[in-house]
């Protein structure tokens, strides 16, 4: 069954097209060029709580150039929990960093990759 049909960016229902990837199968939003992965968990692979938001994820891809440039808004689920102080920063509207593996949609394991991400400022 479809899940999480509704754009999480601009809330487009109708102009999403799927994409197979090697990470799973991703939708994207023609309207506002949104990308997600279809299968978002809706309960936390950590804590299992439900209290999941979609925020926006940085994607940065080195072009030609040396240029750094965002390509698309990639759209991650986080968990109001575990993922606390990322969605907090999301909330500012600061896009979450391209590194960033939310504790939502994967089970984060004691202590790893929690303490020692460095976010921009
Ligand atoms: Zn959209
Ligand atoms: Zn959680």
Redesign the pocket.
């Known amino acids: 069954m479809p899940r999480q049909m509704t754009?999480?960016?601009?809330?487009?229902e109708d102009?999403?097209t799927g994409e197979r990837t090697e990470s799973g199968i991703h939708i994207s939003?023609?309207?506002?060029?949104?990308r997600w992965p279809r299968d978002t968990p809706y309960t936390c692979a950590t804590c299992q709580g439900q209290d999941i938001h979609m925020r926006p994820q940085a994607l940065t891809q080195y072009s030609r150039g040396t240029q750094l440039s965002i390509v698309s808004l990639h759209y991650i689920p986080l968990c109001a929990d575990c993922d606390a102080d990322m969605l907090a920063r999301a909330n500012r509207q600061k896009p979450v960093p391209g590194q960033y593996r939310s504790a939502a949609s994967r089970r984060r394991e004691g202590g790893e990759e929690t303490g020692n991400l460095i976010l921009p400022r």
């Open positions: 754009c999480p960016g601009c809330g487009e102009e999403l939003c023609d309207a506002c060029g949104a």
